[in-house]
């Protein structure tokens, strides 16, 4: 994925329907043939699908506008207008669906194969062979096409994932997602190597018990990021859907001084984005043990301690602690509380 777009405007509108004719037979031995105008088409809608193989709304960025074509207009001998065609547009699951001009959500596509009617093709109108009754049987009109819809689309992506992982930059956050998923976020010992969400899927148990869940690794965040430092705080939208944070702390040598301070600031962060936030079921856990320093340790277990959390301990790079970690989620996910669990490592 080259650039992530979870933002977008676009215009749509659905085909008009094709004019009914009004045509009368004509014939060698029929001098007054009947009414024989044919319907029109039928315009096309613009369909909008919710699908799991798309991760960005990219493909919209550059596209202002989509229009379906409109139906044909009907002919003599009955003959019906060709119906326009309906144009699908694939969009990512988790896909709002807004009324860019009064700000309606209209669709929320949550689910894969799910579709929101945009706009409704315009319905052909009937030709004239519709019209003959006793009384009037030379019927000289028909129906015209029923105009076409169109509207102004705001896309807005927020990620369906059941964890949202959160932490500074460098927080061992991607390395964590490569590990427990099939998923190859970029790596880096450097800040902001993840300039967008990714999402992987963690595969728990065997069949035919096994479950899937999804996890959302987010750009690291740093104080100040409602004011737009670092790469500000946009993508925390996309933990608006996740059931549960997950928050990293890196208790290496390199980790911030104070564990517990690194943590407030970046719950800071969440309530000035917004304050709902805040309520999600969160758990803590100190990254990099296998490269940690005894005080900063001590610290966090201290913090998780007082605040009356299980301390979780987990080394992306040697796997320790993150069985632990991974049966803490499934508990959650299962709507279980933690009470009395204490992680085995540290
Ligand atoms: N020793 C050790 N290093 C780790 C561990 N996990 C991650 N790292 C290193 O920490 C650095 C940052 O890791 P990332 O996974 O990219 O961190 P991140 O939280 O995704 O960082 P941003 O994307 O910048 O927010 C990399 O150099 C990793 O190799 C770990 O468990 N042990
Ligand atoms: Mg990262």
Redesign the pocket.
Known sequence: MSQFVDEVTLWVSSGKGGDGSASFRREKFVPRGGPDGGDGGNGGSILLMGTSSKSTLLDFKHRPRVVASSGENGRGKKQHGKNGQDLILRLPLGTQIFNAETGELLADLVSEGQIYTAAQGGRGGRGNAHFATPTRQAPDFAEPGKPAQEVFLKFELKVMAKVGLL??????????LGRVTRAH??????????LYPHLGVVSRGQPPNNREYVIA?L??LIEGAHEGRGLGDRFLRHVERTEILLH?IDV?FEGPLDPEEAYRVIRKELELYDPALLGKPEELAA?????ADPQRVEAFRRFCMKSGRTPFF?????GDGIPDLLSALDLLLEGKSLAGIVASRD
């Open positions: 932490g500074f930059p460098n927080a061992g956050k991607s390395t964590f976020p970029r790596i880096g010992s450097y800040p902001f190597t993840t690794d750009p690291g990293f290496s990254t990099k043990i296998d490269a987990i080394s992306s790079q040697t």
